[in-house]
């Protein structure tokens, strides 16, 4: 599949074996170079589902410059990993926001709009 993060398409894909630079076998994996975020996909669902927020959080640490420490992206994705998947009644409830097309904004504020108020 390809997911949207900030500007980039990522092909993210879930795959028998995922090797990282170092030569090590990893369960996921997230290249700013290529754009592709690979998962294993063995293992069982609570890990892979760990890994999916791991590699999601790593491309967002790079793109929006966060300055996460590995530590910081291990506990951020397994604690919201953890959340999700022992809520679903929360996770149904952001699957009904995430699909509302009619979102309500705030009304836009233009710079004549504030001139008037001047
Ligand atoms: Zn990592």
Known sequence: MTVKIGVFRYDLKEVPAVIAKDGLECFGLCRQDDLTIRIDESGNNARKLNSYFH??????N????FDLTHAQVIGIASGMAQVLQENPELTNRLQEL?????????????????DEDK
Do not use: N, R, S
């Open 55 to 60: 590699e999601l959080l790593e491309a967002l």
């Open 98 to 114: 995430w699909k509302l097309k009619h979102v309500q904004y705030g009304p836009m504020i233009t710079l004549e709009d504030e």
């Open 62 to 65: 790079f793109l929006y410059g």
